[in-house]
């Protein structure tokens, strides 16, 4: 069922729908104990926890080790690479945002 549920190409893929018919679901469901289950829950919620903490301490770090110019420079950076103002950098707008620094390189530069 795994194999199905990562196929690259969406019309080759299983839907949720399907994927919830799976034996897998209904046995798994029935020999999960209940402590078992809160047991998972506790540690995703302290993976996620982990996460957030990771995350601060890069945030802390990039704080003490950039200067206020580098700081600003980036702050720019980042809201003209995020087009859709959300405060997130998808794929696309980090794609398109080096795209777009690269072509102003070469024109500034006189490259071509
Ligand atoms: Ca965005």
Redesign the pocket.
Known sequence: MIKRLLTYLPKNRITASEALQHPWFHTSKQNIQSNEATNIIGNLKNFRASQKLQHAALMFMASQLLSKEDTKEMQRIFKSF???H?G???RE?LIKGKLRRIQNYIWDDGIC
Do not use: G, T, V
Request: proline share 0%; hydrophobic share 25%.
């Open positions: 995020d087009l859709n959300d997130k950098l998808s707008e």
